[in-house]
């Protein structure tokens, strides 16, 4: 018999894939999932086609990923950070979701409790349920989106492991003020927990200087992990590769757990990212800009509520729309958007734990043409 998990959630993409099949109309504005739009950079392209035609592009790596992997993981974020990162600090794993999956499992047991923020990434939520573990959410603002410290502090008890926080946001977009980071370290560490921070989008945060200021502190592997991909950096979501950085005993921890679930990443993918480490720097720092221009368009055509749709949050890839229905009709208004204006979204309570009438827009799928287009089809819509 099938052991059954999350009966009351379906993958959310999954669900959009299936809402995508037969749309009534001729352009479909896929502002759903959060993946670049434009092609993988093509000295990566070129490089993958030598790996692949190498005698060992097959082959395994050394479980923590490649040596040469590592360091260029490594130097890149001393240069962004302004700090000592070293290779050791650095497990290489198939995407920033199976790093997370990787970390929780290895920092705690079922029964142990981890705090989320509301909104939240669903497949963080989703892992730590079938792990066992229960989920405690901790209120963001509702003007500025930053998670509330003092909330944080209030939800930690005994049971407590871990804190989780996914900078820039998804869903909201909204980048972690290098204080609100500081903070919640600091807790971390007086409360012996682990801040576990998602840092997917680095490269499309808002606002000058370093994200955040831990990897100077001397003792940040006793209670800091980052996770690292380079998905969005390098249009390469489909390569499955990303990092974990944290301590060494950590790793080692991790490492029995990958063991077990995909032996290391696969080699392609981490020759690909090695590749962009190398040679994308410019194209890298382009395409930032390209996506930084759509969020700027973005804001522009949603200020003025087309369709009652209010626009609370935005950066990275994301905005966090509030719709004009009832809050509990939000399933309701994504299958209406998708199968009257052809407008693919994902509902926002799959990024919370009771329905408060918000949608996930990735405006980074869309062209600009296609950001104006949005705004004229939500414009249209009758709730």
């Known amino acids: 018999m099938v052991k059954r998990t999350l009966d009351q959630i379906d993958p959310p993409v999954g669900v959009v894939d299936l809402l995508r099949e037969g749309l009534p109309v001729d352009e479909v504005l896929d502002a759903a999932q959060g993946a670049p739009a434009y092609p993988t950079a093509p000295s990566i392209v070129e490089r993958v086609r030598e790996v692949a035609d190498h005698p060992d592009g097959g ?18 974020l001393s240069q962004d950070y302004g700090a000592a990162v070293s290779a050791e600090d650095i497990l290489i794993t198939a995407g920033s979701n199976q790093a997370f999956c ?13 705090i989320l923020t509301d909104p939240f990434y669903f497949n963080h939520d989703m892992w730590v349920r079938i792990d066992g573990l229960s989920p405690v959410y901790a209120a963001t603002s509702a003007g500025t989106g930053q998670v509330v410290v003092d909330d944080v502090a209030k939800r930690v008890t005994g049971r407590t492991r871990m804190i989780v926080l996914t900078s820039p946001g998804n869903p909201t977009g909204v980048s972690a003020s290098p204080e609100v980071i500081d903070a919640l370290a600091n807790l971390a560490r007086a409360k012996d927990l682990v801040l576990v921070l998602d840092e997917t989008y680095r490269t499309f945060r808002s606002g000058p200087g370093p994200a955040h200021r831990l990897f100077q502190r001397l003792d940040w592997p006793d209670y800091f992990v980052s996770l690292q991909s380079f998905s969005k950096d390098f249009a390469m979501p489909g390569y499955r590769v990303g990092a974990l950085v944290g301590s060494p005993l950590l790793l080692e921890e991790v490492m029995k757990l990958m063991d077990c679930v995909a032996i290391c990443a696969p080699r392609i993918g981490q020759e690909a990212a090695l590749e962009g480490l190398r040679s994308a720097g410019d194209w890298r720092k382009k395409k930032a800009a390209e996506v930084a221009a759509k969020h700027d368009r973005f804001r522009t055509v949603m200020s003025g509520s087309p369709g009652g749709f ?44 009771d329905d408060k009438g918000f949608v996930r827009v990735s405006f980074a799928n869309l062209e600009l043409h296609q950001i104006d287009e949005l705004a004229r089809r939500l414009a249209v819509f009758q709730v």
């Open 102 to 114: 990787l970390a929780a499992s290895a920092l705690a047991e079922p029964g142990d409790e981890v």
């Open 310 to 353: 209010q626009l609370q949050q935005s950066g990275g890839f994301y905005g966090w729309v509030e719709h004009p229905g009832s809050p509990s009709d939000t399933d309701a208004v994504v299958r209406r958007l998708a199968m009257e204006q052809g407008v693919l979204t994902i509902a926002g309570s799959v990024f919370t734990p």
């Open 59 to 76: 082959r395994y790596t050394d479980g923590r990923g490649l040596p040469a992997l590592r360091a260029a993981l490594a130097e890149d």
